[in-house]
């Protein structure tokens, strides 16, 4: 059984950074590809982006250069750095594993219950 428990949203005003955390096993992360996804009121499920086993990440083009995508140290939590937050960023966030991760929300095995971003303009 795989758990991932997302905390660490708020509210944030644009410019500004927030640090989310995913919460999983060290066997989570030595099975699956992570990720994060996110997802704006009456729109479709967006990838924000991943990290595979080896420790390549790859992130979604509206936030490349702003979001990093790492795992601790103690193999206990994957991060998501947010930094020069946009409004347009305000979504809930979802933690994500599976065993080979695309841009599309259905190559993903395990959801996390999502945390709230909110950007003030």
């Known amino acids: 059984q795989v758990q991932l428990v997302e905390s660490g949203g708020g509210l944030v005003q644009a410019g500004g950074s927030l640090r989310l955390s995913c919460a999983a096993s060290?066997?989570?992360?030595?099975?699956?590809?992570m990720a994060w996804f996110r997802q704006a009121p009456g729109k479709e499920r967006e990838f924000v982006a991943r990290?595979?086993?080896?420790?390549?990440?790859y992130y979604g083009a509206s936030v490349k250069g702003r979001f990093a995508i790492f795992r601790d140290d103690a193999g206990n939590t994957l991060y998501l750095q947010m930094n020069s937050l946009k409004p347009e960023d305000t979504a809930v966030y979802y933690c994500?594993?599976?065993?080979?991760?695309?841009?599309?929300?259905?190559?993903?095995?395990?959801w996390g219950q999502g945390t709230q971003v909110t950007v003030s303009s």
């Open positions: 994500a594993a599976g065993t080979v991760i695309a841009a599309n929300p259905a190559s993903v095995t395990y």
């Open positions: 060290e066997r989570t992360f030595s099975l699956y590809t």
């Open positions: 990290r595979t086993r080896g420790g390549y990440t």
